[in-house]
């Protein structure tokens, strides 16, 4: 395991793609996506940087390597009538795992979405990733009593 290096969050552009792509693939496989393609991978998270309202991601650096990133996603909430950031990814590479990366990514996340004027950002996880639900409860966050459903179509 690598010893803690001072991370670099920066915006990730058409310029630093190329980097964040293979981390998207990485949470893809962690996810059990089924048919990872790179090309729909570019198209799609290419959509951010071209069309900003949709949202943003940030990509973090290690010794100037890629271990991570977030994705942000501007959406609406119904209940407070507010404009909302959900944190739709949070990735860091299993070899810079528990060295606070993810922690370091939310937190620059959570800033970012205040600076933007954002009341609130909110995010899911899987049941069974304890590993991020460790970091998350370190945050001044509260788990939500909602359930999510998702209806294939």
Known sequence: MPDTLPINIDVVTHDNLDDLLPLIEGYQQFYEAADIDEARNRAFFGQLIDEPYRGIQHIAYAAGQPVGFTTLY???????AEQICTL??????PLFRDLGYGQQLM????AWSRAAGYPAMNWFTAPDNHRAQAVYDKLP???SNWLEYEWRL
């Open 74 to 80: 501007f959406t609406s909430a119904s209940i407070t």
């Open 88 to 93: 739709y990814d949070v990735f860091v590479l």
């Open 107 to 110: 937190e620059h996340a959570a």
């Open 141 to 143: 966050a509260t788990k």
